[in-house]
């Protein structure tokens, strides 16, 4: 008996999904579980597992095809019905092939016999006619053959302007024959980002404040506590734990920041999971994470390891990218050293880190050399007022420069 695969559900907001990859042919066998077809979402990408064991019998949904949360994407059958019917196809498709076959034969022995006679005739023609000594050159210096030449005059006597014609005429058809354009569909999660982005863009009124910090200290930190956080943890001690832990705090002093436009209503959040913005080769993904505040350096640097884990595997879940409420990107390890981050809606904010450069600043009257890093903090101005958002960065800043002050949640 036969049954059909159904594109599952995927979560409360998504409403269809691309088909991105076929793993299982028509006629292959499989286990119960075992992947069959990839998935592509506005947020992530799953595999769709068999719900028994069996064989593909009809592919609803081609690659590429974008398809509803319900919809049939392929018929499973029995093994040896589907098998069955695969010979039967494939008897009659051979059928069909072998008369195409002998009518192709038929016309391939046609088409060489015209063109035959009619090299032959050009062969002689071009026996007849006698070539200039200055055609002779230019056919040598670029290695023509004179029988690919068209000759205008009546006589089948090839003339400079022939050869020039030709050669101009190869130069042409070369230049045309590459491609300058290459058309490539857009992925679900990129149309989905444009979109967002856009959105984002329309609805909030977005602004960006900067300042920049002394990374000094913090690497100092992590120089002296890099091995016995390995040794505890079994992660690397980075700069993102420091920020989110200096985020956090800076959003309990600024709940604004921490809040979202929800109709006409503002919607103040008790609760602090951040996302930390990955980008993939599909685009980007913001995995969040859950209940920052709560969290130890240990949590956070080994949830973070995780989630670009996964990313990278594409086996992100939906739990995983969803429910933040404000969003750090790092756009500093891709070399990054300023820029204006656009507002994860329905979030009011987000950070921006940057890279690392030693500047020359003055500290004290006198003229130093820091690792310095610019921060971005873009926010909407509809919640948040201007001196919210250069109180919440400044506290950043402050809190990032003095890491003692995280370190003891003071």
């Given at each position: ?193 444009a979109s967002r982005l856009k959105d984002a863009q329309n609805t909030a009124a ?74 993939t080769e599909k685009g980007l993904v913001v995995p ?123």
């Open positions: 008996m036969s049954i059909q695969l159904i594109v599952p559900t995927l979560g409360e907001s998504i409403t269809e999904a691309t088909v991105s990859k076929w793993l299982k042919k028509i006629g292959e066998p499989f286990e119960v579980d075992e992947p069959l077809v990839e998935i592509e979402t506005d947020k992530i990408t799953v595999e769709v597992p068999a719900p028994r064991a069996g064989a593909l019998s009809e592919i609803k949904a081609e690659e590429g095809t974008d398809i509803n949360i319900g919809g049939v994407l392929a018929i499973i059958g029995n093994v040896d019905t589907v098998k069955k019917i695969s010979e039967e196809n494939n008897e009659k498709k051979n059928d069909e092939s072998n008369d195409k076959d002998q009518n192709l034969k038929t016309k391939v022995l046609t088409e060489a016999k015209i063109t035959d006679e009619k090299k032959e005739k050009k062969e002689l023609k071009n026996e007849l006619s006698k070539l200039s000594p200055s055609v002779k050159k230019m056919l040598a210096e670029n290695s023509l053959n004179p029988d690919s030449i068209k000759p205008n005059r009546e006589d089948g006597r090839i003339t400079k302007e022939d050869v020039l014609n030709f050669m101009n005429n190869k130069s042409s058809q070369k230049n045309s024959s590459v491609e300058k354009e290459e058309i490539v569909r857009m992925s679900k999660i990129r149309r989905t980002i977005i602004l960006t404040t900067f300042n920049e910090v002394d990374m000094s200290e913090i690497m100092k930190v992590r120089e002296s506590k890099k091995e016995d956080f390995k040794e505890r943890y079994d992660v690397k001690l980075g700069f993102m734990s420091f920020f989110v832990k200096a985020t956090v705090m800076s959003l309990q002093e600024y709940p604004a920041v921490n809040a979202e436009i929800r109709e006409d209503n503002i919607i103040y959040k008790n609760h602090f999971d951040i996302g930390i913005a990955v980008g969040v994470l859950k209940n920052a505040d709560d969290m130890t350096f240990g949590d956070i640097e080994k949830n973070i390891v995780a989630f670009s884990t996964k990313a990278k595997e594409g086996s992100l879940t939906m739990n995983d990218l969803t429910g933040g409420t404000f969003t750090i990107s790092n756009g500093g390890v891709y070399g990054s050293m300023l820029s204006t981050p656009i507002i994860n809606r329905p979030q009011s904010g987000i950070l921006g880190m940057h890279n690392i450069q030693k500047r020359a600043v003055v500290i004290d009257d006198e003229i130093v050399i820091r690792p310095m890093m610019y921060l971005a903090f873009s926010y909407d101005h509809r919640i948040i007022d201007g001196k919210e958002s250069v109180g919440f960065l400044l506290n950043i800043k402050t809190l990032l420069e003095n890491p003692s002050q995280i370190l003891l949640g003071i």
